[in-house]
């Protein structure tokens, strides 16, 4: 076998007989799917929080179904079984339409469910960041006649982004990790790049090894963001030791 | 929904059932003598052990618990068998299981995250109270075993059960290195009758009643030891 005589970094080199760029691929397909899953766990979570704090008794009730469902259940299942359910779910619906059935796209079926689940997360994150805006500050906001969307602009996002960044900061370090588990439904980013390369050379434990280091660069780099980004949305604040 | 499978898979289901809570108790029981002395080695250990120890936490933190233990299974595990004399040992039929694989890495990973929350509970035993021992005449070891160790456990129940939840959620990963657990048991069924969401939703109702479980335990334990505030 050929690749049983290649050295360490001809291995990992980026060029076609190393399985370098694979592996980058693979990372920076981790990161788009994150980022994207992140973006939309975002959106549900603002309006999941906003439903929870001023919506009627129905839609709170189930707004904590949602979250308490999704925080109760091994991420595994959820991501298995909500990409079955969403693809099958979705299919039938156009069956019923009279239209062709479709193949998902499993990078857009992977952003679904991972920011679905991340907007059970995000939803408990930012309502208790909300509710930790003094009430006197939204009054006065109201009082000079602000409309609620310039009042969310001016008021309260740059009043909850320091109480939810660390929230935040933890939700993104949760699924860049997390978005391994979409290898197991067959998706093609990091943990999957690894295992095929492993497969290919019979390197594994090299391949996994550089995965890992790879994760962990994704981790102290998102790190070192989300400490300038807090350093600046805490800025004007009075310095907590 | 179609549950007839139920009554011929009930005794697969039991022992995934026993293989998911044995993964939980090896990983938490091992794992948590692991971060206490990980923990004491970050909080009171030379520049060395303290810096190991972070770089022990930081690495197993930083990268997914699935890529932790595909490394083990595929990547120490192609590497054992090159140790001589190691497929005569009679520890190679426990060696050659996915399960001891998933057991080692789940308890790794779980002293790393549970170093961290001792650590922050290590710190918050309030100064005068480890004074006070040592002005009592206690040994450093007297003082870890009757003060040190035993407030900061109290302290960190609460963020414990949590982490055990987290913990019994991160077990159904044992199904990629072939461990039959609960997950594996509903794969299972679902190859054979083609059904989806039966299976998952049965086994999502064992996952909910444990979560239910742990909490109500650490609840009891808590509770044995009040705090006064």
């Known amino acids: 076998m050929a690749t049983s005589q290649m050295s360490i970094w001809e291995l990992l080199s980026p060029v076609p007989p190393g399985w370098g760029g694979t592996l980058l691929v693979g990372a920076a397909s981790t990161v788009l799917i994150s980022a994207c899953a992140f973006s939309i766990g975002l959106g549900i979570g603002l309006l999941g929080a906003a439903g929870k704090l001023w919506g009627r008794k129905p839609l709170i009730r189930l707004l904590d179904l949602y979250t308490g469902i999704i925080r109760a259940v091994p991420e595994l299942i959820l991501i298995v079984g909500l990409y079955y359910a969403g693809t099958d779910g979705l299919n039938r619906l156009l069956a019923s339409l009279g239209l062709p059935t479709i193949e998902v796209n499993g990078f857009l079926a992977a952003v679904m469910v991972l920011g679905f689940v991340q907007g059970a997360y995000m939803t408990e994150v930012l309502r208790g960041a909300i509710q930790a805006i003094p009430a006197g500050q939204l009054e006065a906001a109201r009082a000079f006649g602000m409309s609620p969307l310039l009042l969310f602009r001016r008021v309260m996002l740059p009043a909850l982004l320091p109480n939810a960044l660390p929230g935040l900061a933890n939700l993104w370090m949760a699924i860049t990790k997390d978005s391994a588990l979409v290898a197991v439904v067959g998706y093609q980013e990091l943990a999957l790049a690894t295992r095929l390369a492993g497969a290919n050379t019979k390197h594994y434990f090299l391949f996994f090894f550089a995965a890992a280091l790879l994760y962990l660069a994704i981790t102290l780099a998102s790190n070192w963001v989300f400490a300038r980004i807090e350093r600046r949305v805490r800025r004007g604040q009075p310095v907590v030791e | ?229």
């Open chain 2, 1 to 229: 929904m179609n549950f007839d499978w139920l009554s011929r898979y009930l005794p697969l289901l039991l022992d995934g059932a026993i293989q998911t809570v044995s993964l939980l108790v090896i990983s938490v029981s091992i794992g948590f003598v692991l971060a206490i002395g990980l923990a004491f080695a970050r909080v009171s250990g030379g520049p060395i052990a303290r810096n190991l120890a972070r770089g022990y936490c930081t690495f197993l933190r930083g990268t997914p618990l699935l890529i932790q233990l595909w490394l083990l299974y595929y990547g120490v595990g192609s590497l054992l068998p090159m140790i001589p004399g190691i497929r005569q040992s009679f520890l190679w039929p426990i060696l050659r299981e996915g399960f001891f694989f998933a057991a080692v890495s789940f308890t790794l990973n779980y002293a790393a995250y549970e170093a961290e929350v001792l650590r922050g509970a290590l710190l918050a035993v309030p100064k005068g109270e480890l004074e006070a021992a040592r002005a009592a005449g206690m040994g450093p070891l007297l003082l870890i075993r009757r003060i040190w160790l035993p407030r900061a456990i109290r302290i960190a129940l609460p963020t414990i059960a949590g982490e055990v939840v987290m913990q019994l959620k991160a077990t159904p990963l044992a199904f990629t290195v072939t461990v039959m657990d609960l997950y594996a048991v509903a794969y299972k069924v679902r190859q054979d009758t083609l059904l989806v969401y039966e299976p998952l939703l049965v086994v999502t109702v064992f996952y909910v009643f444990l979560t239910l479980l742990i909490t109500r335990v650490f609840k009891g334990i808590e509770g044995q030891v009040p705090i006064r505030r």
